[in-house]
């Protein structure tokens, strides 16, 4: 690897390849952007480039320094990452206790945060001082793909750095090169991804075609009266998937689906909606269903995927949602 392997982002990039060699590389930056668009790759890139033994701000990906970043064994290389729902502060407790060592074999140690918005507010509060004051041989790059749940006094004390979704241009080109996936599946595959190339590369698009239509009929089943035993066979299934994430990855398709009725009725143009390729099923469907509970459906889902961290009980959420959409008001738990 080498900083040309960077996709996307490129004055990104350069501006942080640039700054690095010329001394002026703020201590303290936030890696901002949608998740899948190389904030994590351009972090390890600055962790090589600012220890490699070789080469002085760049990185040979040869030499030891650079091999044990690869694996993950650099003793000045730290990444702290979610325990469980967030970032506790223990784990910054010790953050904070070793940001203040001197590089045990490299030139500067690195400290990346990543997720940072899951840090637990203790956690953020204990960490404000050091994101001052860090030591010179210390940097911190705190990486989130949802800076505004970050505490504020926390956001003005590093200096952002905007990552932007590849165009859908870009990503078909490197899709292409690639040949992941038929040419014909391509343009589906960007609007699912939305510019996040990790979301495309990653995409299982059998399982993305089966959840859609497993979806598509729980909102059908929502444009008639849905009696109780209905709703019981769609929240179900969905409420006890065991698969790690696979829940999650139901309700984005549900929501992808939701965001492109709403899109129907606003008349929007069909080539903005992500399951174009489903555009007369879901205008038949969706001309069955108010904007109102559209959007009132939409409210409970997002209600319920901000819970997610938390303890919520999902069955009640979904049959919440599902009494929404099919407009059955008072039935459903709050
Ligand atoms: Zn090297």
Redesign the pocket.
Known sequence: MAWSDFLGNAPVRDLMRQSLSDGRLPSSLLFAGIAGVGKGTLAHFLS?AAN????QND?????G??RKIEQGVHPDVRTYAPDGAFIKIDQMRDLIREVFFKPFEGRRRVFVIDQAHRLRLEAANALLKTLEEPPETSLLILVTDSPNDLPGTLRSRCQRIQFYPFSPAELESILQQRSIYPTRDLPLVGRISRGSLGKALNLDLQQYREARREMLEAIRACTGALSYRQALQITEPLASARQKGQFEFKTGVLYDLLRDLLLIQQGAPPENLTNLDLHSELAEIGSALTFERIVDAVGSLDHLMKGLGRNLNKSLALDRFLFRLSGVSGTAPT
């Open positions: 090589k490699c033994q070789k080469l990185f040979c990906d040869e030499c320094s650079c």
